[in-house]
């Protein structure tokens, strides 16, 4: 357990309905990731957060997509409109920056299925 | 764009051996590389690497760098089938940001 919580750990949605992650970083960490995985690939990055400001998006984040970490400790990555190609693990990491690390902590992560 | 590939893609070997595996990356403004090991779900932390020629050891697991050749290896001696899992490896191009790779599917056989 590497202190990052995410939920649901699972997720099965009909195409076309909105849903919506959960992510808890370590509680010290500023700087929050969000990224995609897809069988047999690694993660793809989506985009991160540094406390409650959205720094970089992703080309693959289309319109469908939006991230928000309000208050600068949970985020929430909501997909609109699902289609089956979002069918992935998201994956949630953090890191404080400002340290000389690049080391990312892990959440398990989301398991979206799309029928 | 930033790079990362991985070889192989898919290994199997018998519990004893010893196994390599490769990163190679092509990134602007490099800070460091990253290794870590997939098992079912999240990726956990094996190594960090920012200088060349430094190896990094953890128990039967090393890694090292090469910045000038641009690559970096894994090495897992006296594999266990605890080791079977994907490794992934992963460089920071300057946004602390993970570029991956494919994957290595590492299959120890007993």
Request: proline letters at 4%; a positive charge; charged letters at 20%.
């Amino acid at each position: 357990d590497t202190g990052v919580s995410q939920n649901p750990r699972h997720k099965i949605t009909k195409r076309g309905q909105n849903v919506t992650f959960r992510c808890d970083p370590i509680s010290e960490h500023n700087r929050l990731y969000w990224y995609r995985q897809t069988l047999g690939q690694g993660p793809e990055f989506l985009t991160y957060f540094q406390n409650e400001a959205q720094l970089e998006k992703s080309r693959l984040l289309s319109d469908r997509f939006s991230a928000e970490r309000p208050k600068g400790s949970f985020s929430t990555l909501e997909i609109q409109r699902t289609e089956q190609g979002d069918s992935a693990m998201y994956l949630c990491a953090s890191i404080t920056s400002g340290v000389r690390t690049d080391t990312q902590y892990f959440g398990p992560g989301t398991r979206l299925t799309v029928l | 764009e930033d790079k990362v590939v991985q070889s192989p893609l898919s290994l199997v070997v018998h519990e004893g051996d010893t196994v390599t595996l490769n990163c190679s990356y092509e990134v602007t403004n490099f800070r460091s590389l990253l290794w870590y090991k997939q098992e079912k779900k999240a990726p956990t932390f094996l190594f960090m690497l920012t200088s060349s020629g430094i190896e990094k050891k953890s128990g039967r697991l090393s890694s090292i760098l090469d910045k000038k050749e641009l690559f970096s290896i894994l090495n897992i001696t006296a594999t266990q089938t605890g080791d079977s899992a994907v490794y992934l490896c992963a460089v920071v191009p300057g946004a602390q940001k993970l570029v991956f790779g494919q994957g290595t599917r590492l299959t120890i056989n007993p």
